[in-house]
């Protein structure tokens, strides 16, 4: 088993959806984050106008799953990026579980 962690911009919330759907993966948790591309961005948002947003909204996924689903949804996340118009492209990342309950 292994941990599966996967950050998008909110706009992609359906397509990676169905990605998980397509690779088998059907237990999964989500939670809304704030994506930040440039620090100096960050500082300007804290200094100017705090009370405004400064990042874009994101969503991060994580699974603990079968290596073989994460392969397979790995391939999925590959050919999506391939075919994006935007510079905005689906991040994922696996972590080895060395126990678990």
């Known amino acids: 088993m292994k941990l599966l962690i ?3 911009v909110s ?6 959806l169905k990605l998980f759907k397509k690779a088998n993966i059907e237990a999964f948790s989500s939670s809304e984050i704030d994506g930040y591309k ?7 948002t804290q200094s ?3 009370g405004e947003k400064g990042g874009n909204e994101s969503l991060m996924f994580f699974s603990f ?7 397979e949804f790995f391939s ?3 050919e999506f990026n ?6 905005n492209p689906v991040r994922a990342v696996v972590l080895p579980i060395e126990e678990s309950i």
Do not use: G, Y
């Not at 706009?11 to 990676?16: A, D």
């Not at 799953?65 to 392969?71: C, D, G, L, P, Q």
């Not at 391939?82 to 510079?87: A, H, I, S």
């Open 11 to 16: 706009e992609f919330q359906k397509e990676i």
């Open 38 to 44: 440039n620090t100096n961005s960050l500082i300007a």
């Open 6 to 8: 996967v950050t998008t």
């Open 65 to 71: 799953t079968e290596e073989e689903k994460i392969t």
């Open 82 to 87: 391939n075919n994006l118009e935007t510079n």
């Open 76 to 78: 999925f996340i590959r």
């Open 48 to 50: 100017w106008f705090p």
